[in-house]
DNA sequence: TATTATT
């Protein structure tokens, strides 16, 4: 049809003009060492300097946040530290998909540093975030990530960041191994604080044995994440309109995904509950705790001292969970035992509360329950 | 032979 292969065309510029943009955006040209390093997220101290290139104390890069995770709520996390200067998820300029990375900015430097601390190796989903100082915003930390195969498969991570770690700082190291039995894949990534590093290393690198090795191994720079869903947008061009809506097998992995999901964050065999499908949840327009922007949870007998923090730990494996709030008194600002979750799906929401009622926090046994309208009386 | 780290 002439009208597809319009469409086509179309589509083809949209992710040409994206692409030279990747290109041709270069940030403020400043360079600094001073970066997190993989391990720890250290401050370093920085001093302030006029020309504006030393370290921010406030701004925050956010890594692995799960796929479905919303600015708004990326906002709400870590607005329960502090109060927010900026805040800016990531998103692919074609499709508009997370990214999985994003940055806060506090007005505090304390709260930046609170942040890192509290916040920091929280799971959320099959996710667990990392939290860190953002790098001065620079063209040559871009496109500083390697993809490496042909490793011994008995290589640790610790190894490949030895063998690597002559070339430059590294910012992260990742071994991919099999999700059944552990072991390597033989496959890697390392990514380097700057480009000019990760140049260097697949020079030096890319060929080579390892101390030890029988097989010499592969250095590249890593595919981009942009190019995989520009990708992602042309096979779905192609593909008929008829296999648009997920089917029972769809839904059938996204079962999967939860109870794998519920097994990693609590090892918790789960109730079987009921699941809502379109049609019952229109119907059913008084159902428990809905509020229109999701499922609202009632969380009672929290200590005095809960804050919004703890909230999050529990409920962020189970699902999305776009708001927490603790209810303080107003003159001591101690929590008034009780609190609430709002989860955008029923199902993980069901889970929550099915895993979390009864469950012991401390010396106290919580009551977590959808939100009724019913006024609560002891 | 492929995860998502620079607005």
């Known amino acids: 049809m002439f009208s597809e292969s319009k469409t086509l065309i179309f ?3 949209l992710i040409v003009i994206a692409a030279m943009e990747t290109q041709l955006s270069n940030g403020p040209s400043c360079t600094s060492s001073n970066g997190p390093n993989s391990v720890s997220n250290n401050c370093t101290s920085p001093v302030e300097m006029p020309n504006g290139t030393e ?3 406030t701004n925050l890069i ?4 799960p796929q479905n995770m919303t600015q708004e709520e990326l906002k709400s996390l870590f607005g329960s530290i502090g109060e927010i200067e900026s805040c800016k998820l990531v998103r692919d300029k074609i499709t508009g998909q997370s990214l999985g990375y994003g940055f806060v900015n506090y007005v505090e430097p304390k709260d930046a540093d609170k942040a890192i601390n509290t916040l920091n190796g929280l799971r959320l989903q099959t996710k667990t975030i990392k939290v860190s100082f953002a790098r001065p915003s620079s063209a040559s930390i871009r496109d500083a990530n390697l993809y490496v195969s042909g490793l011994p498969k008995t290589m640790t991570q610790k190894e490949l960041e030895q063998l690597f770690s002559q070339y430059g700082r590294i910012i992260t190291s990742r071994i991919l191994v099999d999700q059944v039995t552990g072991v390597s894949r033989g496959v890697g990534f390392i990514r380097f ?11 030096g690198l890319n060929g080579q044995k390892p101390p030890g090795a029988t097989e010499p191994i592969t250095v590249k720079f890593a595919n981009n994440p942009s190019q995989k869903s520009s990708q992602a947008l042309l096979s779905h061009l192609y593909q008929s309109p008829n296999r648009r809506y997920p089917g029972p097998l769809a839904q059938q992995a996204q079962r999967f995904r939860l109870d794998n999901l519920l097994n990693m964050a609590y090892g918790v065999k789960r109730f079987s ?3 809502i499908d379109g049609v019952t949840s229109l119907a059913g327009i008084n159902l428990p705790g809905h509020a229109g922007t999701g ?3 009632f969380v009672y007998n929290l200590a005095p001292d809960a804050d919004e923090n703890i909230l999050w730990q529990m409920f962020g494996p189970f699902g999305a969970v776009t708001n927490v709030k603790v209810i ?3 003159n001591t600002n101690k929590c008034k035992g009780f609190g609430f979750v709002t989860m955008t799906n029923y199902d993980e929401a069901a889970v929550a509360i099915a895993s979390l009622n009864g469950y012991r926090l401390g010396d106290r046994v919580l009551q977590v329950s959808f939100k009724t309208n019913k006024t609560h009386k002891a």
């Open 55 to 57: 370290d921010s104390k």
């Open 273 to 275: 509950p009921m699941t």
């Open 11 to 13: 589509f083809f510029f």
């Open 193 to 203: 604080d700057r480009r000019v590093e990760a140049e260097e290393a697949i020079k």
């Open 328 to 330: 303080r008194d107003f």
């Open 62 to 65: 956010v890594n692995y946040l």
């Open 295 to 297: 499922w609202c949870i």
